[in-house]
């Protein structure tokens, strides 16, 4: 099966899941391995986390979190699901199981575990379809980057039908949480009119301008890009070529480009042309391949300005040379 890979700017967990480290204690004297034994399922919890932290046997943590999980307590599942997970106590199919339900119970990190798993594959076979219903659950759970992934899958048309209108309800979701990245794409699809959203630059300026603000370096780059043409807010080269040299800076390839263009249309020095070769290149480092090409185009355009000058001061020479003769 091939795989598809989803670029996503968002910082995602690395590893299957994460163990909970928040104890759950009552205070009373019984140690948590007696009253785990008597049914208690936040103890059989503390047990198991009392043996990680004290740098124990991960397989006896691990029965003690299978037996908060049999008592349908989700941070025991979670974390009984992670350790099966890891190298030294590897069982696949109970990490799905204990995942699944830890996010069944409504642990919104254990959905958002098992969507970053099926969604990149490896171990487990890519599955693109669970990858977005545990994406959904754990947007609905408060994991908000999820819900902009949710958007992305249904944009795409990845593990279900192309939906541009649940993408569009996803990326509102994501940006009223004040996820930059989700305000980013749901100010193109208010640039676009895309998705159902009346078409409002003047409300995807502002979008950008929140998630630029936030961090988000191609929000800066769109929002020059609206400075620069104008749309939704009044014409601003400045304000564009400011943008642009901020995100440019920040290692965001398009901006590199875009400020590179302008230096060079209104380039008046050789300093102004070694500049703008400078930010094509960077770009085509990057690996923008817009970058590359504007790069190799500008190389030429002055080898062809070279060779016409040597072939003028060559003229030159020749007439000179047949009027002395």
Partial sequence: MKKIIILLSVVIVVMAGYIVYTEMTDGKLLSSEVKCSLGNENECFNAGLAIITNGGDLNASAKFFEKGCLKDHPQSCNNAGTLFFGAATKELPKAIKYLDK?????????????????????????NLTKALKYAELACSGGVIERCNVAGLFYQGGYGASKDLVKAFEFYNKSCSSKDPIGCNNLAAYYQGGLGGADKNETMAANLYANACDGGNLTSCNNLGFMFQNGLGIEQNLQNAVRLYDLACSRDESTACVNLGAIVQSSANTLNDIQTAINLYQKSCQLGNQDGCNL??????????????????????ENNKTDEAN
Avoid: H
């Avoid at 959905?111 to 171990?123: D, I």
């Fill in 102 to 126: 830890s996010c069944l119970l409504g642990y919104a990190p254990a959905c958002n575990s098992l969507s970053v798993v099926f969604q990149n594959g490896g171990e487990l076979d890519q």
């Fill in 295 to 316: 790069l190799q185009n500008l190389i030429n355009e002055i080898n062809a300005m070279q060779n016409t000058d040597n072939n003028e001061t060559q003229n030159l």
